[in-house]
Structures are given as structure tokens and as C-alpha cells.
């Protein structure tokens, strides 16, 4: 499985970005795909995930603002985000693993390259 995220710059505080992942390769059927972001110097944390039968689990700093969804027939995943603040400023990572929404990154085997978001306050 390859992924590839494109969507990330800069945005004043309470702007909206959208996040995209194309996915290629053996997707799979039942499989989730998830959003994690890296700040400097912190460790990687789940954003969001979606997964079979389209659901989803958001990590509860981004509940109410970003929403994730899937083109199943484009094999991509979008992260709409709305209301930025500059503690959302990371590098997104999309991530994909066969099985059910897992909030742990160990749980992901392929990831894609990162794109950065950064809020301006």
C-alpha cells in the first residue's frame, strides 16, 4: 500500500484546511484509514480514523472541528479542518491497516509521507 497526503499550509487561527490521501496498491476491503499529526518535539497522536462501514472515531481535541471521510472509488481519505488553532500546528500523517480503527500508531503498517499544517495565532 502506498499513500500519498497533499492539502497542508499555513492558516490563521480559526481558518479551514482539507487533507487528502490517495491510496494505491492492495487497500484491501475492510480496512481503516486514519490521520495522525507530530508536533516538534511531541509524539506522534491519532487525529481521526475511518473504518468499516464508513466509521469513525476522532480524538477528542478535534471533536466537533475536523471530520474525516472516504471515496472508496477514488481510494482517498479526507481530513476537513475547521476552526484551526495553533496547537493543531503538526506534520499530518494518513496511515492504513487491515482491521478496525485503532488509536495507536503501532497498529498501522504503511504510512505516507506527511504534509505540514501550521496556525498562525
Known amino acids: 500500500v502506498q499513500l500519498q497526503a497533499s492539502g497542508g499550509g499555513l492558516v490563521q487561527a480559526g481558518g479551514s484546511l482539507r487533507l487528502a490521501c490517495a491510496a494505491s496498491g492492495r487497500t484491501y476491503t475492510v480496512n481503516t484509514m486514519a490521520w495522525f499529526r507530530q508536533a516538534p518535539g511531541r509524539e506522534r497522536e491519532f487525529v481521526a480514523g475511518i473504518g468499516r462501514s464508513d466509521l469513525v472515531n476522532y480524538a477528542d481535541s478535534v471533536q466537533g472541528r475536523f471530520t474525516i471521510s472516504r471515496d472508496n472509488a477514488k481510494n482517498t481519505v479526507y481530513l476537513q479542518m475547521n476552526s484551526l488553532k495553533p496547537e493543531d500546528t503538526a506534520l499530518y500523517y494518513c496511515?492504513?491497516?487491515?482491521?478496525?480503527?485503532?488509536?495507536?500508531?503501532?497498529?498501522?503498517?504503511?504510512w505516507g509521507q506527511g504534509t505540514q499544517v501550521t496556525v498562525s495565532s
Open positions: 496511515a492504513h491497516r487491515i482491521g478496525s480503527i485503532q488509536t495507536g500508531s503501532r497498529y498501522y503498517g504503511y
